[in-house]
């Protein structure tokens, strides 16, 4: 089993900053990347941005790209998102997520956090 916990939501007023955290516990060998992911109200989970855990190497959303930097720190098991330039549309629950395969499709993770709040106000 992988454990994840995510911290770090919040209000914030648009054109603010937030960073988001995700500690991970348990199996992570097993772990190929971990992705962020949001869902706001009335709306399907979307991928946000994808970190593989060997190499670093990102993937982001067109949403996002330029605003969010995804980011791991491999000895703490941890992985972050800055999001900087937040706009009103940028309120979800994040959740972060573990896959064993590289994919952006959300089914494809298998060990998911219980989510933290963003909340960006106009």
């Known amino acids: 089993q992988l454990q994840l916990v995510e911290s770090g939501g919040g209000l914030v007023q648009a054109g603010g900053s937030l960073r988001l955290s995700c500690a991970a516990s348990?199996?992570?060998?097993?772990?190929?990347?971990m992705g962020w992911f949001r869902q706001a109200p009335g709306k399907e989970r979307e991928f946000v941005a994808r970190i593989r855990w060997s190499t670093g190497v990102t993937y982001y959303a067109d949403s996002v790209k330029g605003r969010f930097t995804i980011s791991r720190d491999n000895a703490k098991n941890t992985v972050y998102l800055q999001m900087n330039g937040l706009k009103p549309e940028d309120t979800a629950l994040y959740y972060c997520?573990?896959?064993?395969?590289?994919?952006?499709?959300?089914?494809?993770?298998?060990?998911w956090g219980q989510g933290t709040q963003v909340t960006v106000s106009s």
């Open positions: 348990g199996r992570t060998f097993n772990s190929y990347a």
């Open positions: 997520a573990s896959t064993a395969i590289r994919t952006i499709v959300a089914g494809l993770y298998d060990y």
